[in-house]
């Protein structure tokens, strides 16, 4: 298959620490690591390890984090061809401090991925593709909404498959603007707090409630250590974890699980099924350290199909 990724491309500094640490504090770290990330570089790294054709819209700095936020695509073949420099932006930067357990605090440096620019866009891009896969962090604002904004459109015009994950981050900068771009997508999905803090609700059922009175009836909703809830027209079902013992960092198991979705969906499973299997890829994702340091392989999602 081929996927047409879309989201923001960083170089993450990792923290190990024993805790978050309180306003005035400093506490030192058990170890510090800069990593490539971001969402879109991310869930581009993992759709390739699966396997796939990926083409990856994304913006870096001309600056030397540019070289490692890339690097990883790279290895793995992702299409670059759609990746912008920015003579006027850096490379974007995420501090990360992971807790013991592999929980975890972000701090977030936009940079150029929010000036990825719609000029540069056209939409026989998607002619390549045979699904749109989407970090909406690229709808927050500036020129990059408007870029995500044409790039829906033409994927809805050729009514392809469009996978859109929402990301802490750009709930908390964008809120419910989000939702009025994402009508219609096939797929949208979450973890809790998005849900929550997205639809206003106390409850994930009365979360999915209200996102399926405006309409979306598709979602798949990470729920941590609790597995994962898939929701269709049909009902909702709560999908177990996949039991995973060595659990460093969860910094990018949400766009393994997303990826592992996408590729699950668009391989003919059924919802459910694709949830299974995304379980699996975002917990495994989560042994290695970094967004993009443990990339899923089929071979990995046989072990949960058999
Ligand atoms: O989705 C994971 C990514 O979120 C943050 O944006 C970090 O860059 C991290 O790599």
Redesign the pocket.
Known sequence: MRFFVLG?V?V?LLFFVERIPEPGEEIPSRRALMKP???G??LAAQLASLGHRVFLAGRVGQDPFADLALSRVREVGVDLRHLQEDPDHTT?S?L?LVVPGGERA?V?AEGASRYLDPALFKPRYLDQADALVL?A?ALVGGPSRSYAVEALEAARKREMPIFADL?T?AVRAAGRELLKHLRGVSWLLMNQTELLALTGASSLSEGVARLREEGFQHLAIKVGAMGSIVVTPEGEELLEPYPVEDIVDS??A??AYTAAFAHAILSGKRPVEAARLANLAGALAATGL??QGRLIRLEDLEVAAG
């Open positions: 923001d960083s993450d990330g971001g969402a570089g991310t974007s995420v990360i972000m977030s970090s962090y990301g981050g910094t990018g949400g766009d970094g967004a």
